[in-house]
C-alpha cells in the first residue's frame, strides 16, 4: 500500500471518534446558511408562491454529499472494527482512538500486548485494506494484500 493512501486512512481513522460532531455541525451548516448579501428590504409585496421549507431542508440533509461521505466513512470504519481481534483491537483504539499516537508508536503500544512489529503492521494494511474496499476504493488496495 502506498504511503499516501495509509496517511489518508490513518486520517480518517484519527477523524472517527469526531464524526458524529461533524454530522451535527454539518446539519446546522445546511439548516442556518450564512448569506453575506441578505437583501434587508423584508416585507415588500405578497406573492402566490408557497413555500416548502421543511421540506427542502429535509430534501438537502438527505442529498448533501458531504453528510452521506462522512456516514459512508463512519459505517466503513465500523464494520472492519468488528473483524479485528481483540488484542489488535485494543492497540488500534489506544493509537487512533484514544489520542495517544502523540507519545506513544504503534510498534510500543503493540509490544504491551505482545504482539510483534510484522504482525501489528500485517494486520494494520488488512484493516486499512478492509476500510478502502468498504468505501469502494478497490484502486487504491495492492492485490497482494
Known amino acids: 500500500m502506498q504511503r499516501h493512501v495509509r496517511k489518508m486512512v490513518e486520517k480518517m481513522l484519527f477523524d472517527y471518534p469526531k464524526i458524529d460532531e461533524y454530522v451535527k455541525q454539518r446539519i446546522e451548516e445546511i439548516k442556518n446558511p ?17 413555500t416548502l421549507a421543511v421540506e427542502n431542508l429535509v430534501i438537502s440533509i438527505d442529498e448533501d454529499k458531504a453528510l452521506k461521505a ?7 470504519i465500523t464494520n472492519s472494527i468488528t473483524k479485528l481481534s481483540p488484542d489488535v483491537f485494543t492497540v488500534f483504539k489506544k493509537y487512533y482512538f484514544d489520542g495517544q499516537v502523540r507519545n506513544r508508536t504503534l510498534v510500543s503500544l503493540a509490544n504491551q500486548y505482545h504482539l510483534s512489529k510484522s504482525v ?4 494494520r494494511d488488512l484493516f486499512f485494506a478492509d476500510i478502502l474496499k468498504q468505501l469502494n476504493l478497490y484502486y487504491y488496495v495492492q492485490k497482494n494484500l
Do not use: W
Not at 34 to 44: S, T
Open 34 to 50: 450564512f448569506d453575506e448579501f441578505k437583501d434587508e428590504n423584508v416585507g415588500g409585496g405578497k406573492s402566490n408562491k408557497t
Open 70 to 76: 462522512l456516514k459512508r466513512q463512519k459505517h466503513a
Open 120 to 123: 501489528i503492521y500485517r494486520e
